[in-house]
Nanobody
Framework: QVQLVESGGGLVQAGGSLRLSCAAS????????MGWFRRAPGKEREFVAA????????YYADSVKGRFTISRDNAKNTVYLQMTSLKPEDTAVYYC????????????????????WGQGTQVTVSS
């Protein structure tokens, strides 16, 4: 199985930047698509970004497009989410997820497509 641990969350002012990391372990990580999701207070979990194993396919939610960047370093078994121009509405618990997707474009934004999830890291953006 794959174990995922997020880090890098914290408090930041609006307009600021923050980088989240997701460290993966387990031999089933190879070949996995990685996704970032978030859950704001009182709201359902929503898709943020996804990246394929080779990083040849990347997709962002419209709400973060142009502000967030997802990347990965497979040698380090780590996925990153670089967040810039942060807004108060970005405040949420951020989760990373891993899964082996047969069709990236069709399933990467769906939480049910991912088999493994981290515990989440809190991001708070103040005005």
């Amino acid at each position: 199985q794959v174990q995922l641990v997020e880090s890098g969350g914290g408090l930041v002012q609006a307009g600021g930047s923050l980088r989240l990391s997701c460290a993966a372990s387990g031999r089933t990580f190879s070949g996995s698509t990685m996704g970032w999701f978030r859950r704001a207070p009182g709201k359902e979990r929503e898709f943020v970004a996804a990246i394929s194993w080779s990083a040849s396919s990347i997709y962002y939610a419209d709400s973060v497009k142009g502000r967030f960047t997802i990347s990965r370093d497979n040698a380090k078994n780590t996925v990153y989410l670089q967040m810039t121009s942060l807004k108060p509405e970005d405040t949420a618990v951020y989760y990373c997820a891993a899964g082996r997707l047969t069709s990236f474009i069709a399933t990467m934004s769906t939480a049910g497509s991912y088999n493994y999830w981290g515990q989440g890291t809190q991001v708070t953006v103040s005005s």
